[in-house]
């Protein structure tokens, strides 16, 4: 989440119900390999452009030159988030580990939202 938020930035958490989720929170999410912090993007049943390329397809909210199409016939799609799920981003972007790159995430697995989203009101 650089350079929103760094390794060691202590910040206050809140659990939270489902219902208290909205796109722009940050949250503490339990996955696999421990917890992560990342921002709601969408939630379910937001749309999100994605077009097919290299067999694959792409979110349009990340394009890089390797996932242009040459001289193919191009398929576009809106994929909806599903049901009980939300997608997440990381604050950068070129380096994130997040929905781009493991899809959509249960709403169970977010253990809390951070409760100041804004670390540098205090600095």
């Known amino acids: 989440m650089e350079p ?11 659990s939270v119900k489902n219902a208290d ?19 709601i993007a969408f939630m379910a049943g937001d749309k999100i452009p994605q077009m097919e390329a290299a067999n694959k397809w792409v ?9 242009k199409s040459k001289g193919s016939h191009t398929h576009y799609r809106d994929f909806t ?6 997608y997440v981003l990381g604050d950068n972007s070129p380096v994130s580990l997040d929905s781009r ?4 995430i249960p709403i169970g697995q977010i ?3 951070l409760v100041d989203q804004r670390p540098d009101m205090y600095i």
């Open 21 to 39: 989720l909205q796109q722009g929170d940050v949250v503490v999410i339990n996955m696999k390999g421990g917890r992560i912090v990342k921002r």
């Open 4 to 14: 929103t938020y760094t390794d060691q930035t202590l910040v206050w958490t809140e």
């Open 111 to 113: 253990e809390s939202k």
């Open 59 to 67: 979110d349009l909210i990340d394009i890089h030159e390797n996932h």
């Open 81 to 86: 988030v599903p049901k009980g799920m939300v």
């Open 101 to 104: 790159k493991f899809g959509c």
